[in-house]
């Protein structure tokens, strides 16, 4: 029987997902399918209650469950260190039995991205996130400790005192600090990466997540949205000659890994990285 695997969030329209992880089973030889799935926010927990008796053996979780579905795990089934600490779950296994495990793969595929497509080293830098959801809490609690100092800035003061809370549990809450949008431009001057981790520039009509003014000789930027080959944010990055990417690798490298987790099988990074580019030149 075909094994069946999917991606759920609202919306998932965009997702580049599928044409890695299907072009990873056919390279492999496995009998599998990965399928969208749109759930409403109100749908999600009846949604996981049912996933095993629907024949589904592993799921990505994308915007805006990343966080509802941790808590949800949390409460009924099982949940690795890293999902834990980061607070986020993006990738589920499910077992034989019905039985869910919640893993993070998006902050080490994060650093990963970071280090090798950007050349950032994260450590003993300064570091400012835009936005506090699930994405963000994923790299925040990945990096740990290693920035000197890690600024973050979200309209909603729900998730960033949650954030901030969280961080202390295992950190030293002193490295992160909470930024009003009056003191961006102060914080954001002495930071040498800007993380854009809020969903603003999936669409073409976005406006920028951050006045271009405030991009400063020095900076490096790093936008979390994957669905475009160039994000307006990258392209006034790259005008300025600031090195910039988009999070197309932190979506290779977090699937290379939950890819690993469900088929216990060494991914093949190359051709899901191939699959990914050629998705996304058909989309634009």
Avoid at 73 to 98: F, H, M, P, Q, Y
Wanted: proline residues 4%; glycine residues 10%.
């Amino acid at each position: 029987m075909k094994l069946k695997y999917g991606i759920i969030g609202h919306p998932v329209r965009h997702s580049l997902s599928p044409a890695m992880q299907n072009a990873a089973f056919r390279e492999l030889g496995i009998d599998a399918e990965y399928l969208l799935y749109d759930v409403e926010p109100e749908r999600l927990e009846s949604f996981l209650k049912v996933a095993a008796s629907r024949q589904i053996s592993g799921l990505n979780v994308t915007i805006p469950h990343k966080i509802k579905a941790k808590e949800y795990l949390e409460r009924k089934d099982s949940l690795d260190a890293n999902a834990e600490r980061c607070g986020a779950v993006n990738t589920i296994n499910i077992a034989g039995d019905g039985s869910l495990r919640g893993y993070n793969t998006d902050g080490p595929g994060f650093y990963r991205s970071l280090v090798e497509d950007l050349k950032f080293e994260p450590e003993g830098k300064k570091i400012f996130v835009l936005g506090a959801g699930g994405a963000s809490h994923a790299a925040i609690m990945y990096l740990g400790n290693s920035p000197k100092k890690i600024f973050v800035s979200d309209i909603d003061k729900s998730k960033t005192d949650g954030l901030k809370k969280h961080y202390g549990e295992y950190f030293d809450e002193n490295r992160l600090e909470i930024v009003g949008s009056k003191d961006i431009g102060e914080k954001l001057e002495e930071s040498e990466l800007l993380v854009n981790a809020t969903p603003i520039g999936m669409e073409e009509s976005d406006p920028l997540p951050i006045d271009a003014t405030l991009l400063h000789p020095g900076l490096s930027v790093y936008d979390l949205v994957y669905n475009r080959a160039f994000t307006e944010l990258v392209r006034r990055a790259n005008a300025l000659k600031l090195h910039a990417v988009t999070g197309l690798g932190m979506l290779l490298y977090q699937g290379a890994i939950a890819f690993e987790i469900w088929t216990g099988a060494k991914a093949p990074v190359n051709v899901m990285r191939k699959a990914l580019k050629e998705a996304l030149k058909g989309q634009s």
